[in-house]
């Protein structure tokens, strides 16, 4: 008999992002290695998407059995109030100076639909993963988070069914980057709080992304035991490198950022030091690339540091063409959040940046973890928001090795990047399950 798991995940193709990436290939993965694979989310006319990414919906193993539901959540009323562009992108990264109406959208968040508005999902939920699990004999039951409402669906079936379930904290509760910016009253963080702990001491195992991430969880409650929370890394997809077209040979020298940033994120040192690398080497054509969604804050910041003649901006684009961005650059630029947590946050786009085999330049403390896996890769260096004099010499070292038209030296050890693919990653995950 074939080993069975039903993911309950809220975001699933044509959702985009990187948790729909994450148990797309994982639940691809399982499925091609013979488990019998049950997805259950919501209906793609009822849900409300940050991004989009059509392209994904043909990457979904045909061995997969995707059941989809209705649910109920407030963003009508959310667009009636504060007007039709008030779902923010990931981290409010569009959002620089946010308008008194702004800030009273996230206050009604914050404060009245604990914990998300997606919370009206495990009414639609709960039966349907019953009716699955009772039909095919489900063992194992995975609840994706965020939305971390998602998970309250995983514990009414722990409940009510013999099954293990599992609860993957993919991104934190809590201490997410953005929490301090929906502000929150102090009953109602009381509150969130309570409810995290009953989800993490409820669970049969709790999944998460990183050592630092793991610290945080067991930080909530002493009835956690540190072997109930395990790491499965978000990892790349080696089958879209695999498949990336060849990049295009530019005579420009490229420094590519993929993914969300928004003012918080304070890349302003990398702007400065590259302004003086751009300023000495006239004979050189620069590209600044974004490719994703950007704050107005950090368009500015570019154009203050005298950079937008090699500024370029692509919007969110569908994964596979972030790709073969990520393929066609000289080099990488990764700056993490500007947090109390700073040094526990792992952006998902750091494993593609190790799959691209470009150098890496990070911004981030010295200590977080991110920059520990690019050092242990030997895939770039990392440098603190005060050391504009080292990402100069960084960069002029790999402006020595540049020639036009020609790419850069690979960067990061083989073996050490072929362990955060997913197809390892996932015969970790099956291994936990079996």
């Not at 039909?135 to 079936?157: D, E, M």
């Not at 080292?390 to 072929?418: M, N, S, T, Y």
Request: aromatic share 10%; proline share 6%.
């Amino acid at each position: 008999m074939k080993p069975s798991i039903l993911i309950i995940t809220y975001y699933w193709p044509p959702s985009g992002g990187a948790a729909v990436q994450r148990w797309l290939s994982l639940a691809n993965e399982l499925a091609g290695r013979g488990w019998d694979v049950h997805v259950l989310t919501v209906d793609e006319k009822y849900a409300t998407y940050q991004l989009y990414d059509e392209s994904l919906v043909a990457d979904i193993h045909p061995g997969i059995t995707v059941h989809k539901t209705k649910t109920f959540e407030p963003f009508g009323l959310y667009k009636l109030l504060f007007g039709k562009n008030s779902i923010p992108k990931p981290a409010f990264a569009d959002e620089s100076k946010p308008s008194l109406v702004k800030k009273a959208s996230r206050f009604v968040r914050g404060n009245f639909f604990i914990p998300d508005p997606r919370k009206g999902w495990k009414g639609y939920a709960v039966p349907k993963a019953l009716d699955v699990i009772d039909r095919f004999g489900i063992k194992n039951v995975i609840t994706a988070g965020p939305p971390h409402s998602t998970h309250f669906t995983g514990l009414a079936v722990r409940r009510q069914r013999p099954v293990r379930w599992i609860a993957d904290f993919h991104d934190l509760w809590t201490d997410v980057i953005y929490y301090d910016m929906l502000y929150h009253l102090p009953v109602v963080k009381r509150l969130d709080r309570k409810l995290e702990r009953t989800i993490l001491e409820g669970a049969d195992l709790v999944l998460t992304v990183g050592e630092k991430y793991k610290e945080k969880l067991l930080q909530k409650s002493k009835a956690l035991a540190p072997e109930k929370i395990r790491i499965i890394r978000i990892g790349y997809d080696e089958g879209r490198f695999a498949i990336a077209p060849p990049p295009r040979r530019s005579t420009e020298f490229t420094i590519t950022y993929s993914g969300s940033i928004a003012d918080f994120y304070r890349p302003e040192v990398f702007f400065r030091a590259l302004k003086h690398v751009v300023d000495r080497h006239p004979e050189v054509a620069f590209r600044l690339r974004f490719v994703g969604v950007l704050s107005q804050g950090i368009r500015q910041t570019i154009a203050a540091e005298g950079l937008q003649a090699q500024f370029e901006e692509t919007g969110y684009l569908p994964h596979r063409e972030a790709v073969a961005y990520l393929m066609a650059t000289d080099v990488l630029l990764l700056v993490n959040p500007v947090t109390k947590d700073e040094d526990m946050v792992i952006p998902g786009k750091i494993y593609e940046y190790l799959a691209a085999r470009k150098p890496i330049i990070t911004i981030t403390k010295k200590t977080a973890e991110i920059a520990a896996i690019v050092a242990a890769c030997g895939s770039g260096a990392t440098f603190e928001r005060t050391d504009v004099t080292g990402i100069e010499h960084f960069l002029e070292d790999l402006l020595a090795q540049w020639q036009p038209g020609k790419p850069l030296r690979e960067a990061g050890e083989e073996a050490c990047v072929r362990a955060y693919g997913r197809s390892a990653i996932a015969g970790e995950l099956a291994t936990l399950l079996a």
